[in-house]
C-alpha cells in the first residue's frame, strides 16, 4: 500500500478495513490457538488485500506487477526470516495505568546506570531477555526519567 500511495494511487478503505480484521483475528489466534476459524478468517482476509493491490498495481505496469509478485515470493519463501515478537500480554496486566519506555541495554547504557536513575525519580525497572530493561511508573516520573537520560547522555559524549 506504501508503495501504491507513494505512486499517486488511491487504495480504497475496504482494503484497509481487511488488513485491521486480518490484525484482530491475528491476536485472537494469538489469545486462543485453538480458534481454527480466526486463522482462517486471516487467510481470507489477507488474501483479499493481495489481490486487490496487485489489481491496483496493474495500473503501474506489468513489469512493476511483475517485480512486486517476485518480491512477494521471495519473502514468502524465506526459511531464513524469523520475526520475534515480545509477548505484550505480561506487560499490559503489569503496566495497567502506568507510563513505561523500554531501553536497550549498551556500552553506552549500563544496566546499573538505567536503575539507579530510575530509582532517583521513583519509577519501578524489570530486566528482560532481550537486554533490554523496561522502566515504568507515573507519567511525570517517565518523562523526567527520559530527560536525564538524554542529559547523562549527552555529558557522556
Not at 493491490?53 to 505496469?61: H, I, N, Q, R, V
Request: aromatic residues 4%.
Amino acid at each position: 500500500m506504501v508503495e501504491l500511495r507513494k505512486r499517486q494511487i488511491e487504495v480504497p478503505q475496504e482494503i484497509m478495513t481487511s488488513l485491521k480484521s486480518a490484525k484482530t483475528m491475528i491476536s485472537i489466534s494469538a489469545a486462543d490457538p485453538n480458534h481454527y476459524d480466526s486463522l482462517i478468517s486471516v487467510e481470507d482476509h489477507l488474501l483479499t488485500v493481495e489481490s486487490a493491490l496487485f489489481d491496483l498495481a496493474e495500473k503501474l505496469g506489468q513489469d512493476f506487477v511483475e517485480t512486486w509478485a517476485k518480491t512477494l515470493d521471495d519473502a514468502r519463501r524465506d526459511k531464513h526470516t524469523e520475526v520475534k515478537r515480545m509477548d505484550e500480554r505480561p506487560l499490559r496486566s503489569l503496566l495497567k495505568g502506568k507510563h513505561w519506555i523500554r531501553i536497550k541495554l549498551s556500552s553506552e547504557i549500563s544496566e546499573e546506570a538505567v536503575k539507579e536513575l530510575a530509582s532517583q525519580v521513583g519509577l519501578s525497572c524489570q530486566l528482560q531477555e532481550d537486554e533490554r530493561i523496561l522502566v515504568y511508573g507515573g507519567k511525570t516520573e517517565v518523562r523526567d526519567f527520559v530527560k536525564k537520560m538524554a542529559e547523562a547522555q549527552c555529558r557522556k559524549r
